[in-house]
């Protein structure tokens, strides 16, 4: 049988076709190789580096901001003795006796998730003295503190709280400065009667300095009661809780408790309870 000139050319074509398949998959194998080598040589150049971004993924964001050690033991004492008078200049007289408007307190509550609504009127607390006329309660006529509450108010700012407005915002809450250079908030709102509360500087030595407050700025500022202390220590305590929600909120700060965690619904209620086992001990001791 002879091969016809179209058996051979169809012969001729499947032999060039297998050809270039066959180069086309060499090619292909010998370009894997390649790359293959590429990669691990530079894998094997990169430095050993724990830190590269690029090994690693997104930067880590490092928390810069240093909460202010607070301690209460660090707060001036509730029965301290009084500090040498002073003559006060007629700049700290100007600021420490201002004429304040009494705000409507009643607005200031703590929601469904801080506890019940309260009012930090003087009529909160039953007493026929409380009013302006009443005579104002020296710290330092207070028994020594065997239990105090803490809230601390810390600043987000990492300027801190700005000492005129810091003025401002103690001032409406009824705070007025005194005794051992720190703020004490009275019965009344014109700053007469018994101690219910006090606000110190967080920063040592706790003070604040009237002369120097517009160049005056603080990380935090504490809130402290001391038991015994006030008649009413439960309505104390909430108008000293609403003084440092007011704070926090005008001023963009953060409520903390006294193991400097954050202040929640729940750490309230424990600090009432507290007040409610002091008082079930002091009525115990006396019979």
Known sequence: MEIGLREWLIVIG???????LFDGWRRMRGGKGKLKFRLDRNLSNLPDDDGSA??????RVLDTHKEPQLDEHDLPSMSAPLREAREPSSKRGKRANAAVAEPHQGDLNLDVDEGPSFSSRDDDFPDENVGKNAPRQSVNDQPAAEEVLV???????????????LLQNILESGLRFGEMDIFHRHESMAGNGEVLFSMANAVKPGTFDLDDIDLFSTPAVSF???LPGPRHPKQAFDVMVAAARKLSQELNGELKDDQRSVLTAQTIEHYRQRIVEFERRALTQKR
Do not use: N, T
Not at 158 to 164: E, I, T, V, Y
């Open 54 to 59: 690029e090994l690693l993924g997104p930067p």
């Open 14 to 20: 499947i032999i060039v076709i297998a050809g270039i």
């Open 151 to 165: 809230i601390s108010v810390i600043c987000r700012d990492a300027a801190g709280f700005k000492g005129p407005a």
């Open 224 to 226: 402290f009661l001391g």
